[in-house]
C-alpha cells in the first residue's frame, strides 16, 4: 500500500526492548498483513526502549511502506503506548497485539473480519495459554475479581489481541486516561461487543516485561478504576462493627444492671462496646470520605455520560429523517441565540 492511500487497517503494537523479536515480528505481520488486500498501515510504538528496538524498528520501516513508527520519550507503559498508537492510527479497524509473539499475528485477519462484519469491539480468549503456571492462575483470579466488582463480561481481560473500532479507538487516545486498562475501558464505549478464541504462544524471545510489582500496579489500576467496591465493602464493614459495637454496650448495660458489675469483669466488657463504636464509625467515615474521592475521580477522568451511535452506515429514511430534523433544531436553536 502506498503511505497516501487511506488505511482500513492499523495494526499497533507497543514495543519495550524486544530487539530480539522485532526482525521476526516484521517478517511474519507483513505478509499477513499484505494478504488481506486492504490498505493497511502498521504502527509500531516504541516505548523508550534502551536497547536496538528503535533502530530496528525505523530499519524495518524503510524496508516496508506500511509501517510507521513512533516513540515515545521515555518508558510510560504498554497502555501509553498503545494510546500513542492509537492516535496515530488513520484505519476504521484498528488491531492491537504484542510484539513477543505471544499474539500470532496470522490471528489479525478475524478480527479485522469480526470489526467489519459490524462489531465494535472484538475481544479475544486465549486458548491454550502458553504463560507460566503462576500467570495463568494469577490471571484467572485478576479475571474473575475483575468481572465481579466492574460488572464487565470479559472473559480474558489480558490477551492484548484485540480490535477496536476508529470511534472507540480514537475516544480512549482522546480522553488518554492515566492509570487505566484498555480493553477494559474500551468495554465502556463499545456497543457491539464480541469474544473470539485465537491461539498462543509462549514469548519468542526475551523476558517478560511484567514483574509481580508491576503486575500487581495493572490490578490496581483495573480495580480502581472500574469499580468502588472496595471502598463500599469499607464502608459497610464500618456500619457492621459500629452496630456490633452498641449491640454490645445495650446488652453489657442490661447485664450489668441484671446482676451487678462483677458479671462485666469490672467494666472491661464496656470498654470494648466502647472501642468498637469507635473503630466502626472511623471505617463508616472512611467509607463516606471514599464514596466522596470516588464520586471526584469519576467527574476529573472525564468519561463520558453518554455515546452516540455512528449513523452513517444506516441509510434508512428514519436515520435521513432524523438527521433533517436534528439539523433543523440546530438551525432553530442558533437563531435563538443570536
Ligand atoms: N511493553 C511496552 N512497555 C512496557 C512493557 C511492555 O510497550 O513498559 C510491550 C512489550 O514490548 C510487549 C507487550 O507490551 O509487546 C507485552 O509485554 P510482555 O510480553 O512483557 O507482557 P506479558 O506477555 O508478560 O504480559
Ligand atoms: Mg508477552
Request: aromatic share 6%.
Amino acid at each position: 500500500m502506498s503511505e497516501s492511500a487511506h488505511p482500513v487497517v492499523s495494526v499497533v503494537i507497543p514495543v519495550y526492548e524486544e530487539e530480539d523479536n522485532v526482525e521476526t515480528l516484521c517478517a511474519r505481520l507483513i505478509p499477513v498483513v499484505r494478504a488481506m488486500d486492504l490498505p493497511a498501515e502498521v504502527i509500531l510504538v516504541d516505548d523508550g526502549s534502551k536497547d536496538r528496538t528503535l533502530e530496528l524498528l525505523l530499519a524495518a520501516a524503510r524496508a516496508n511502506p506500511e509501517i510507521v513508527v513512533r516513540s515515545l520519550a521515555r518508558n510510560f507503559g504498554q497502555h501509553a503506548a498503545v494510546l500513542a498508537g492509537f492516535d496515530a492510527a488513520r484505519g476504521t479497524c484498528v488491531v492491537t497485539l504484542d510484539a513477543d509473539l505471544q499474539n500470532p499475528p496470522e490471528e489479525i485477519p478475524r478480527i479485522v473480519e469480526q470489526l467489519r462484519a459490524g462489531h465494535d469491539l472484538v475481544g479475544t480468549i486465549r486458548q491454550d495459554r502458553q504463560d507460566s503456571w503462576f500467570r495463568r492462575r494469577a490471571s484467572r483470579l485478576v479475571n474473575a475479581m475483575t468481572r465481579r466488582a466492574s460488572g464487565i463480561e470479559l472473559r480474558d481481560f489480558g490477551c492484548m489481541l484485540r480490535g477496536y473500532s476508529r470511534e472507540i479507538a480514537k475516544t480512549l487516545a482522546a480522553r488518554s486516561e492515566s492509570h487505566t486498562f484498555i480493553p477494559a475501558l474500551a468495554y465502556v464505549y463499545a456497543q457491539s461487543p464480541v469474544e473470539i478464541p485465537v491461539a498462543h504462544a509462549a514469548r519468542d524471545q526475551g523476558a517478560s516485561k511484567y514483574s509481580l510489582l508491576r503486575l500487581f500496579r495493572l490490578q490496581l489500576d483495573l480495580m480502581t478504576g472500574f469499580s468502588q467496591a472496595p471502598m463500599r465493602l469499607l464502608f459497610s464493614a464500618g456500619v457492621l462493627v459500629a452496630a456490633a459495637g452498641v449491640a454490645m454496650g445495650l446488652t453489657l448495660a442490661a447485664m450489668r444492671v441484671l446482676h451487678g458489675p462483677e458479671w462485666a469483669a469490672e467494666g472491661v466488657f464496656t470498654l470494648f462496646a466502647i472501642l468498637f463504636l469507635f473503630v466502626g464509625a472511623q471505617f463508616f467515615a472512611l467509607g463516606l470520605i471514599g464514596e466522596y474521592v470516588g464520586r471526584t475521580l469519576g467527574v476529573v477522568r472525564r468519561r463520558p455520560t453518554y455515546v452516540l451511535r455512528d449513523l452513517s452506515g444506516l441509510t434508512t429514511d428514519a436515520a435521513a429523517a432524523d438527521a433533517d430534523a436534528g439539523d433543523d433544531d440546530g438551525a432553530a436553536a442558533s437563531e435563538d441565540a443570536s
